[in-house]
């Protein structure tokens, strides 16, 4: 068989449907071979989208996300991605060509050493070097992606080798189950539980990854104990629920973390360092547990006590069997704060300025987006708001990166969003410069007859560093920028362009544009004058009286 199709058919044997990104001269071979295949390329308009269209096709799915570039620029074009994918724990395959290994005509034409580049950024980066290789290379590169914690992986198909003949045989994926706790951790932390009076869960990253929301939500349930949410971990339980005590948007300050420091047990559950810090550690204070599927990498704001490794749900599932509602602990602190927090939470929701504020906006999104509809972020001020004040019902329904926290990946991963879940409404949020980065992937949602919402929240500005560099009182210098007519931008590239002038157009107009087919771009001009008296002052302010 010819080695690129021993390849696509190696990557059908691994369940890939999409494969995401733009061919070179050096990819033909393989190009050839996708093209009869089962796997349907999803051809994008920069590699940087096509490579993060795969990370969150493997964040939503479990299954690495793949994407394919030529050598040289396509290559380093995927450098964002796979540093987005690598620290976000998202399982992804990226595939290079490059130059004949054996005998090139052409110098050292666009040739730069991609495995090296990859290096730091990948789990696993290999070139091949023989056809006979294919099979355990690509399972070995899937295999790493997608084993705990996930991540990016990298293969190089140089020219000659894909034109290759060989008669290898695919390796197929092994049955596997991960690795479950050993009781003595699980009683070490059953007795930390046991014996605190102020215990508080907390739900993270990886817990947002495999099915643990149910025996989490049962653990919540059973015990009484309070929880709250981290950026990456909302939605694993609803944070409508009644013991919900916020999300850790903030690091510090807010009422959520009084609740924090006056817990003596902190259970710990999917907590990644990658994230920005939930809340800071100190010294002896409390008892932190450590629940994942892999172990604490210690840091000076993380060094739990106790650390509980193995799958997660199974952990829960055991925690939850064997702890009962103690007599002395007491909740009565935190149900005074998530009063308080409720009654915050709720200012704003009904301002009717415009341009429109924050806290409307979310209020706005929460109310036309159904529970399990998917609302995907870029990076900007406005994700603050969203984390803090946006109450998820459903695991992964809000697609935030709080570990590269890249711009330019709201829209390309609302469309990947949208491949897994057709049937779902999906809208992304980015500001007026992320959304920039990125905005040429409106051709391939258009040309791919995508049903999305693109919201662009238009200050004119990085809106996000303004405000930091105000904080640290300097000067407002070199953040404000113009921008296209985003009506008309949208409408160049065959989307529907669509700017409100009040909330009450706002709200119609987002109702309409997730009922309505095709993609759809509404323009809004936002109000960051709260910035500062919000999420600076007055947060501090009304907790620190808690
Ligand atoms: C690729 C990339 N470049 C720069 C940054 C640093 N950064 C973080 S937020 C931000 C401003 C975002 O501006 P915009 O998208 O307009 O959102 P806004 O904050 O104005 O709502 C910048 C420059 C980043 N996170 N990612
Ligand atoms: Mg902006």
Redesign the pocket.
């Known amino acids: 068989m010819k080695a690129s199709d021993l390849f696509v058919k190696a990557l059908e044997a691994e369940g890939v449907k999409y494969v995401f990104g733009i061919p070179g001269e050096e990819n033909l071979d393989l190009l050839e071979s996708l093209r009869t295949s089962s796997i349907k390329l999803i051809l994008t308009r920069h590699e940087q989208g096509a490579g993060f269209m795969a990370a969150t096709y493997g964040r939503l799915t479990g299954r690495a996300g793949v994407c394919l570039a030529t050598l040289g620029p396509g290559a380093t074009n995927f450098v964002?991605a796979a540093a987005y994918a690598q620290l976000g724990a998202m399982p992804m395959l990226m595939i290079t060509g490059q130059k004949p290994v054996k005998l090139s005509k052409q110098g050292h034409f666009q040739i730069v050493d991609v495995v090296a580049m990859m290096q730091p950024l990948t789990k696993y980066t290999k070139q091949l070097v023989s056809a006979d290789n294919i099979p355990a290379r690509v399972r070995e590169a899937f295999r790493r992606a997608q084993e705990e914690r996930p991540g990016a992986a990298h293969l190089e198909l140089p020219e000659d080798i894909a034109d290759e003949q060989t008669d290898a045989i695919l390796i197929k994926e092994s049955y596997h189950r991960r690795p479950v706790a050993d009781e003595k951790a699980i009683v070490h932390a059953r007795n930390a539980i046991l014996a605190a009076k102020r215990p508080i869960l907390m739900v993270g990253a990886g817990a947002n990854r495999k099915v643990s929301s149910k025996m989490l939500r049962e653990f919540v349930d059973k015990t009484g104990i309070p929880f709250f949410t981290t950026q990456m971990g909302k939605g694993v339980i609803d944070e409508m629920h009644p013991l919900w005590l916020g999300n850790a948007t903030l690091s510090d300050g807010d009422f959520l973390h009084r609740a924090i420091e006056h817990a003596d047990c902190i259970i710990n559950v999917g907590h990644d360092v990658i994230e920005k810090p939930p809340f800071f550690m100190r010294k002896g204070l409390r008892t932190v547990v450590h629940i994942n599927y892999v172990s604490a990498e210690v840091d000076t704001v993380y060094f739990p006590q106790i650390e509980v490794t193995g799958d997660v749900a199974n952990t829960i599932w055991r925690l939850k069997e064997s702890i009962a509602p103690q007599p002395d602990w007491d909740f009565s602190y935190f149900d005074n704060v998530r009063k308080h927090l409720h009654a915050h939470l709720a200012i704003g929701e009904n301002d009717d300025r415009f341009p429109i504020l924050p806290v409307r906006l979310v209020k706005e999104m929460r109310d036309l987006v159904p529970s399990d509809g998917i609302v995907c972020l870029?990076?900007?001020?406005?994700k603050i708001w969203f984390g803090r004040y946006y109450r998820c019902r459903e695991p992964n329904t809000m697609l935030l990166d709080n570990a590269l926290?890249?711009?330019?990946a709201g829209l390309p991963s609302a469309m990947a969003a949208k491949l897994v879940f057709p049937d779902r409404k999906v809208v992304a949020v980015?500001?007026?410069?992320?959304?920039m980065?990125n905005s040429q992937e409106l051709e391939t949602a258009v040309r791919f007859k995508q049903n999305i919402t693109q919201i662009v929240?238009r200050?004119n500005?990085?809106?996000?560093?303004?405000?930091k560099q105000a904080n640290m009182h300097f000067a407002n210098f070199g953040m404000d920028m113009g921008n296209p007519d985003f009506v008309k931008y949208a409408e160049s590239y065959g989307a529907h362009g669509w700017r409100p002038n009040s909330v009450a157009e706002f709200r119609d107009m987002l109702k309409n544009c997730i009922a309505s087919p095709g993609v759809h771009l509404m323009d809004v001009a936002?109000d960051?004058s709260d910035n500062d008296r919000v999420l600076n002052k007055e947060i501090r302010e009304l907790s620190s009286k808690l």
């Not at 870029?378 to 406005?382: A, K, L, Q, V």
């Not at 500005?461 to 405000?467: E, L, N, P, S």
């Open positions: 964002t870029d990076n900007g001020m406005y926290a890249t711009m330019g980015s500001g007026d410069g992320g959304f980065m929240l200050d500005a990085y809106g996000m560093i303004k405000w936002i960051y």
